[in-house]
């Protein structure tokens, strides 16, 4: 069986101590790729830099919208210039956040465009982070759908109404879901998971942070998607094998794994 964690912040100062054991264990239990995901100019070039040091690992550069405010002059034009690293398969984390209050939405509205320009000029996929900005977010990839057509992307750590999934769905995007998706109080967002097609799933840890259940509360790491995949294996009512290849063929094909 083969699990695929297309997102992971293993650049993360929590890995620094341990990171090889980290991997060591996500291959134990089947992990073939790891996707490491920036958030800052710095935090590309790290992610770079461990894709090139461990071969279970790609890379995505980008900003994220939480951290665009205290994005330097010269922080996108680094992000450009590492981005058509080979190494590099997506553009992000990007996308728009109600829920903090650290960037003006207007400056995190010209970062997410700037990266889906990016993303369509050399032919990368683009990881969306949303967070209660559900309706901005679709507006936004709708206007770009409208221009250029059917986007790369992923909605990342899904946590929308069927509305949301729906509209992402029909715009070309995937649906990813995380750890979130096994806690207790999520039945909501395990109906919205219910509905998805298969061939537009994927899964996720947004490692360290939010570990799935049974693992909940500790440092989240790649080994522990299979948690999330096993949730979402009976969500679909079929084995986990079954949403292993599902998940690990969809990553292929989107971000040209
Ligand atoms: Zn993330």
């Known amino acids: 069986m083969e699990l695929i964690d297309t ?30 995901i920036a958030t800052t100019a710095p935090s ?25 405010a205290q994005a330097g002059p010269g922080d996108w034009d680094q992000v450009v210039k590492l981005a058509e690293h080979p190494s590099v398969v997506a553009l992000g984390e990007t996308g728009l956040d109600r829920y903090w209050d650290y960037t003006p ?36 990839l709708r206007a770009d ?19 949301t999934a729906r509209a992402c769905l029909e715009m070309g995007l995937y649906i990813s879901f995380a750890g979130m998706l096994t806690y207790k109080n999520a039945q909501a967002l395990r109906a919205v998971a219910a509905e998805m097609p298969l061939d537009r799933l994927l899964v996720e840890t947004d490692s360290p942070y939010l570990a799935p259940v049974p693992v909940r509360g500790q440092r989240n790491e790649p080994a522990h998607v299979r948690h999330t995949a096993a949730c979402l294996a009976e969500v679909k009512g079929g084995p986990l094998e079954m949403i292993a290849e599902w998940t690990s063929r969809n990553a292929r094909e989107l971000f040209g794994l």
């Open 7 to 36: 997102h992971a912040h293993l650049d993360d100062e929590k890995f620094a101590a341990d990171l090889p054991a980290v991997l060591d264990r996500a291959v134990e239990v089947g992990v073939s790729q790891i996707i490491t």
């Open 105 to 140: 939405f207007a400056a995190q509205e010209d970062y997410f465009a700037r990266h889906l320009e990016l993303a369509r000029r050399i032919q990368r996929a683009v990881v969306i982070h949303c967070r209660e900005a559900e309706a901005d977010t679709v507006r936004m």
């Open 44 to 68: 590309s070039q790290t992610s770079l830099e461990l894709a090139a040091r461990h071969p279970l690992l790609r890379a995505s550069v980008g900003i994220q919208p939480n951290h665009v």
């Open 145 to 163: 759908f409208e221009r250029h057509g059917p986007v790369r992307a992923v909605m990342h750590s899904f946590t929308g109404d069927l509305a």
